[in-house]
């Protein structure tokens, strides 16, 4: 069965500094994954996902996340943080035998001024 | 383009009763699926929905019950609701089955007392 795990529920960073948000995966096939930003109050936005090809995926807002295969990693970065880009972050990986994301337990990351 | 919309934005009921939500899908998306969000839980799948039909199911009881309708518009149903049922449904949108790029609304924000 596929799982998903996000390192940390809480992340903290101060603004300009380097986001890392952590994502590891289990899947017996090749899997397709996704980042999904949920801003406050809000419902959850595609930030990048990866299925095929370059591992190296670019998204939206100065996001991007590496497939890394030998390490089962899908980690999301953005070199400099903004007071904006606070909002609790998803990794999901889809199965592919029914079509159903299965979801990490969620990040938030926190922007210190 | 307007998006997905999702009636009421909030929502408080007792012990016992019963709930609809609504969710309008993005023009010209014909699947909907519907999450359950907690912050112990994550997000949790529920049902997903496609040409009016059923596609998929989450491990929720029978209580927790669907339907789509011919111009692609949803409802999700929660009979004898229990403290437990508290939390934000999200409802999701995409232009295919199967599709994991997905467009979320708001949310319905169900407190149960």
């Known amino acids: 069965a596929q799982s998903v795990t996000q390192l940390g529920s809480h992340v903290s960073v101060s603004e300009g500094a380097l986001v890392l948000l952590r994502c590891n995966y289990s899947?017996?096939?090749?899997?397709?994954l996704f980042w999904y930003v949920q801003y406050p109050n809000q419902g959850l936005q595609l930030l990048l996902k990866?299925?095929?090809?370059a591992t190296l995926v670019k998204g939206i807002n100065g996001f991007e996340a590496e497939f890394k295969k030998s390490e089962t990693s899908f980690h999301l970065t953005k070199p400099s943080a903004h007071m904006s880009d606070a909002a609790e972050y998803f990794c999901a990986v889809s199965d592919r035998s029914n079509y159903q994301l299965i979801w990490g337990a969620g990040t938030k990351l926190i922007i210190k001024p | 383009k307007a998006g997905v919309t999702q009636t009421p934005r909030y929502l408080i009921k007792t012990r016992g009763q019963q709930v609809t939500l609504s969710c309008s899908p993005i023009?010209?998306?014909?699947?909907v699926s519907w999450y359950q969000q907690t912050p112990g839980q994550g997000l949790q799948f529920l049902f997903e929905?496609?040409?009016?039909?059923?596609?998929n199911k989450g491990n929720f009881p029978g209580r927790f019950s669907g339907r789509q309708f011919s111009n692609s518009r949803s409802e999700m149903n929660v009979s004898t609701l229990e403290l437990g049922d508290s939390a934000l449904y999200l409802c999701a949108s995409s232009l295919d089955q199967g599709d994991e790029k997905l467009f979320f609304g708001s949310g319905t924000q169900l407190s149960v007392l």
């Open positions: 023009s010209g998306h014909r699947s």
């Open positions: 990866y299925t095929t090809g």
């Open positions: 899947s017996s096939v090749p899997p397709y």
């Open positions: 929905y496609f040409s009016e039909t059923q596609r």
